[in-house]
């Protein structure tokens, strides 16, 4: 293939709810651009960006994966990301090497959740988007109803640029509202289209539709205003042009009309890509100079060579692949590479070009172009790759802390030094996933972002690495805190005859804000404790601490402050001390008033306003508070601070609700105190499970 240079390359993340046809687009986009021969189904899994078994077998996409096609002299990179809430973050990231991105919007249902949430992404980047209305050739899909859910979202700036020809079944092609142009199909998916005038029923609305776009461009541009006052209308010259100069600048956001699956407009969306999404020419990129100040980079080839790592894949067989956008500069195949952020030298062997999971080698990658490449040493997602004289680094991706932790046990003896050498690969292929043992119970952890991730990670598991594991229900991260400061006394004395043991120490314990974890304070004067001591004492608070009171949960949020204690000349030592530490802790905890808290999640519900009652019941029924509530179109959203114990089971019970289509986001919030009557049942189950009783439910 031929190289790119940057104002001829177009980086674009597909993004959006999961079943909108983010995948099945990019598999049209792919055989109308010749890239592939056969037409790609999501529903048979011969998609080339879906390739892994896990997400052919669920029929979603769980990992963000790059594609290419060229189309009109130009290079369009594509990056296809998982709708599925669990999986948002790939999007994030994906979002971070792009100029530009299409949120795709099934025009059945309008605007959902995560279409929301990625939106907001968009808006922190300001980058540049179109809107592409998918599945137009479903029932119930509707442009004014899409079109209303997403003005909701960002007033009047999603405008068409396209009309739908036929609705709901008869969909059978656009008109584009610039060139007044109809584009017809023959609905066999072969996308061989004929070229048009404006069917004569539908002028009057192409009409319209062509002067709110015309107004809208108008609108953001003071020298078009002002024509357009005069004249009354723009040409189709200005009108061009300032409908690109409005997308760049993430004004104003192109809407485009498709059917993916019958292959329907997508060759007009990918002229529309071309004609207004920027280039990475367009867009200089954000990064950090010497003094970590921020500052920018132009695509430009003949600047240092700068990368950016934005995704890494654990192969256990082809080893780690390291997928980047080179900023500026040209990487070359067979060359070393320093990596800045951990200051080590890397080696590159072959350059790639991925489309899908099919690697092309090329000698080359030039600025603004996406790439990868494979078994680097240490390098790993978010480092930045380069010139070791040029001083530049490119911001973090921020990923989410995991919000649920299940155990996982090995099926078979032996295989855990296995899962822990897989875990970390996985570890550094996805870093929303936490892998750890617990203090306490020494179970291995696996933590992620909810259960369909620790499912689908513990299938990678399986399939990849080989090593097949059980998981244990869901362990909500309690922890414990004190209400009431007190003083406390801990003595450890023993003579057994020879040298005895001795240590005495005096503390005060008070509660801290939440948040603010441990805080030991030395506080000791005179030398009541030898120096050398004190730490033994904190040791001993420390282990006493983690390990819990009420339930065997960390506790948090107080401070120890050791201030008097005494000591022996021949018995004392660090032993007697830590264990004066942890009778002290234990002698504070029965009057510090101890307590159980439990993480609190934000919950956003998006469900057609008819459940919205019934949602809302259910929620208060969860312990969940009602923090406010909203309409987009016919649909509600409810936004909830529930406990995280209270929402394991709600996927399962939102979809048999709602029939299917009501969808849920959620993350960590806080920690909150557990009500009385559900801290006895969480202390009994601990004291079962420490008693090796299983327990049902807690
Ligand atoms: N009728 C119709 N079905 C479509 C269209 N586009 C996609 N589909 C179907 O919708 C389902 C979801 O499509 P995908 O492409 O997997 O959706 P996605 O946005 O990639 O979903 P995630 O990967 O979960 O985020 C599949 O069964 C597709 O065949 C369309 O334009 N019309
Ligand atoms: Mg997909």
């Not at 539709?209 to 009354?232: C, H, S, Y």
């Not at 030398?527 to 949960?553: C, H, N, W």
Request: charge should be negative; charged fraction near 25%.
């Amino acid at each position: 293939m031929k190289v790119y240079d940057a104002a001829g390359i177009r980086n674009v993340a597909l993004i959006g709810h999961s079943g909108s046809g983010k995948t099945q687009l990019t598999s049209a986009i792919l055989s109308d651009s010749a890239m592939v021969n056969r037409f790609g189904k999501v529903d048979d899994g011969t998609t080339v960006t879906d390739y892994d078994e896990e997400e052919i077998a669920r029929k979603h996409t769980l990992s963000a994966s790059t594609a290419y096609a060229e189309w009109s002299k130009q290079k369009i990179n594509l990056i296809d990301t998982p709708g599925i809430g669990n999986f948002l973050s790939d999007a994030r990231a994906a979002l971070h090497v792009s100029e530009g991105a299409l949120v795709v919007v099934d025009a059945v249902s309008g605007v959902m959740v995560q279409t929301e949430k990625v939106w907001e992404a968009c808006d922190e980047l300001a980058l540049p988007r179109m809107v592409v209305l998918n599945r137009l050739d479903r029932e119930r899909a509707s442009l004014e109803r899409s079109l209303a859910s997403l003005r909701e979202l960002c007033n009047r700036t999603v405008i068409p640029i396209q009309l739908p020809v036929g609705e709901e079944k008869a969909f059978k092609g656009v008109v584009d509202l610039v060139a007044r142009k109809a584009y017809t199909f023959p609905g066999d998916e072969s996308g061989k289209f004929s070229e048009g005038p404006v069917p004569s029923e539908m002028t009057t609305a192409v009409e319209t539709a062509r002067e709110a776009l015309i107004e809208m461009v108008a609108e953001n541009d003071e020298q078009l205003m002002e024509k357009f006052f005069e004249a009354g209308t723009l040409t189709d010259e200005e009108l061009v042009a300032g409908l690109r100069a409005a997308t760049l600048a993430a004004k104003v956001f192109p809407l485009v009309c498709t059917s993916a699956t019958l292959n329907i407009g997508v060759q007009q969306l990918l002229d529309a890509v071309a004609a207004y999404l920027p280039s990475p020419a367009d867009r200089p990129y954000q990064g950090a100079g010497k003094d970590g100040q921020e500052t920018s980079r132009a695509a430009d080839e003949k600047a240092p060579a700068a990368a950016f790592v934005w995704k890494t894949i654990a192969d256990p067989f082809a080893g780690r692949i390291t997928m980047f956008r080179v900023v500026s500069g040209t990487l070359k195949a067979d060359s070393n590479v320093h990596n800045k952020s951990r200051e080590s030298a890397e080696r590159f062997g072959h350059l790639l070009l991925l489309q899908g999971k099919t690697q092309t080698s090329v000698q080359e990658i030039k600025a603004g172009d996406l790439g990868a490449v494979a078994k680097l040493k240490d390098t790993l997602t978010n480092d930045t790759l380069g010139d070791k004289s040029d001083p530049i680094v490119f911001p973090a991706v921020r990923f989410p802390e995991p919000v649920l932790s299940y155990a996982i046990e090995p099926k078979s003896r032996g295989d855990e030094d296995k899962i822990s050498t897989a875990m970390h690969r996985l570890e550094e292929e996805d870093p929303t996933i936490r892998y750890s043992r617990d203090a306490q119970t020494k179970e291995l952890l696996l933590s992620g972002q909810g259960q369909l991730h620790i499912e689908v990670t513990v299938a990678k598991l399986k399939r990849r690495f080989g090593v097949d594991v059980n998981l244990k229900p869901p362990r909500i991260p309690y922890r414990e805190t004190i209400k009431a400061s007190t003083e406390a006394h801990g003595r450890h004395k023993k003579q057994t005859g020879g040298h005895g043991q001795f240590g005495d120490c005096k503390i005060k314990v008070e509660p801290l804000p939440r948040g603010a974890d441990f805080e030991f304070v030395d506080d000791i004067f005179g030398g009541s404790i030898p120096r050398q001591f004190v730490p033994a004492v904190e040791k001993g608070i420390q282990d006493a601490r983690t390990r819990g009171y009420l339930a065997g949960y960390p506790m948090v949020d107080f401070r120890v402050t050791v201030f008097d204690g005494s000591y022996h000349d021949v018995d004392s030592n660090e032993l007697s001390f830590k264990l004066a530490g942890s009778l002290a802790f234990k002698d504070a905890m029965t009057r510090a008033r101890p307590t159980i808290l439990e993480p609190i999640m934000n919950v956003e519900v998006y469900a057609p306003s008819d459940f919205a009652g019934d949602l809302m019941g259910d929620l208060n029924g969860r312990r969940g508070r009602i923090g406010g509530m909203d309409t987009r179109g016919a649909m509600t959203i409810i936004k909830a601070q529930v406990p995280m114990a209270e929402m394991l089971t709600y996927e399962q019970h939102l979809t048999s609700a709602t029939g299917g289509r009501g969808s849920y986001h959620m993350e960590y919030s806080h920690y909150d105190e557990v009500p009385a009557q559900q801290q006895s049942k969480i202390i009994a189950a601990a004291k079962a499970e420490r008693a090796g009783v299983e327990v049902e439910e807690v």
